[in-house]
């Protein structure tokens, strides 16, 4: 089974942006739907942003949960199985742990996560 790696997490200021990576191990990364997703503390986890297989598999395509619109911009590059997340202008409600995962009901397990914390 495929496994997912997570990275690119890190303490910053509001306003501030970073950018996380999740590389994909095994094959099949090209033909699926790929979200990331967050889990705050006491909260469940939730999916932050999807976005299609692109390419061969079919358009390119993403959708975005409102809280991040505007502000996160989700991709993906299928020769490297990577996803990405660049996310912008960073505020303190954006603190938790990013996982990426396969978007519908074929999700993989779960990787670590990479944390991003949010502080003045």
């Known amino acids: 089974q495929a496994q997912l790696v997570e990275s690119g997490g890190g303490l910053v200021q509001p306003g501030e942006s970073l950018r996380l990576s999740c590389t994909a191990s095994?094959?099949?990364?090209?033909?699926?739907?790929m979200g990331w997703y967050r889990q705050a503390p006491g909260k469940q986890r939730e999916l932050v942003a999807r976005?299609?297989?692109?390419?061969?598999?079919?358009?390119?395509?993403?959708v975005y949960v409102d809280s991040v619109k505007g502000r996160f911009t989700i991709s993906r590059d299928n020769a490297k199985a990577t996803l990405y997340l660049q996310m912008n202008s960073l505020k303190p409600e954006d603190t938790a742990i990013y996982y990426c995962?396969?978007?519908?009901?074929?999700?993989?397990?779960w990787g670590q996560g990479t944390q991003v914390t949010v502080s003045p």
């Open positions: 095994g094959s099949g990364f090209r033909l699926y739907t």
């Open positions: 976005i299609t297989p692109g390419g061969s598999a079919g358009y390119l395509d993403s």
């Open positions: 995962n396969r978007y519908g009901n074929t999700l993989l397990s």
